[in-house]
């Protein structure tokens, strides 16, 4: 079953989540949550996340990072991101995400797909997270298809797994056009 309930946040020591997203066949899990009953509390994994807030507004906090995000608003998470979300205001807030692993859209370390466009992603500190406020059209096509690899993956109608991968691809392409890699200069040293 492809939506997961979300139970609580079981972590190591050092705050990695000891949960399995999706199986080894299909490495994704879908999540719908009402953070007003209960919050996601701090905590990291080697999975993506991306997230869709369906009503309300949340505080969504990534490696020290804090956002406000409102109704339609997404973020994407990177692996190994440290991140927690709650609650904010008085009306309930329900959000959508989409937890996989990587090699669903890069499939092996040494393919085209993993190297041009999760690579970069994977190893960019800078980009532990990107909040889709759907101010620019890349934003609302971004949160479209992170909508639309959630309904997919909810439905498990026949062929669902290439829909959602498609979804998922199209997400990691529209970061990699439109949050390219920091510059890094040269150490001085």
């Not at 080697?46 to 109704?71: C, F, H, M, P, W």
């Not at 309930?92 to 040494?110: A, E, I, M, N, T």
């Not at 909040?131 to 890349?138: A, K, L, S």
Request: contains cysteine; charged residues 20%; negative net charge.
């Amino acid at each position: 079953m492809a939506l997961s309930v979300c139970g609580p946040v079981s972590t190591d020591r050092q705050g990695r989540e000891l949960i399995d997203h999706g199986t080894p066949l299909f490495p994704v899990a879908c999540y719908h949550d009402n953070i007003r009953k209960k919050s996601v509390p701090w905590h990291w994994h080697d999975e993506l996340e991306i997230l869709v807030i369906e009503t309300g507004t949340a505080r969504v906090s990534v490696n020290g990072a804090d956002y406000i995000a409102k109704q339609g608003e997404g973020f994407f998470i990177n692996s190994g991101a440290l991140h927690g979300i709650w609650n904010k205001g008085a009306e309930p807030c329900y959000l959508q995400s989409v937890v996989f692993h990587p090699r669903l859209v890069g499939g092996s370390v040494d393919s085209i797909l993993w190297q041009k466009y999760l690579e970069p992603l994977l190893s960019d500190p800078c980009r532990s997270c990107v909040h889709f406020t759907r101010g620019q059209e890349w934003e609302k096509a971004a949160s479209k298809a992170i909508q639309a690899a959630w309904e997919f993956c909810v439905s498990e109608t026949a062929g669902f797994e290439f829909e959602v991968r498609e979804q998922l691809s199209k997400l990691i392409f529209l970061l990699s056009q439109n949050c390219p890699a920091a510059e890094r200069k040269p150490s001085e040293k």
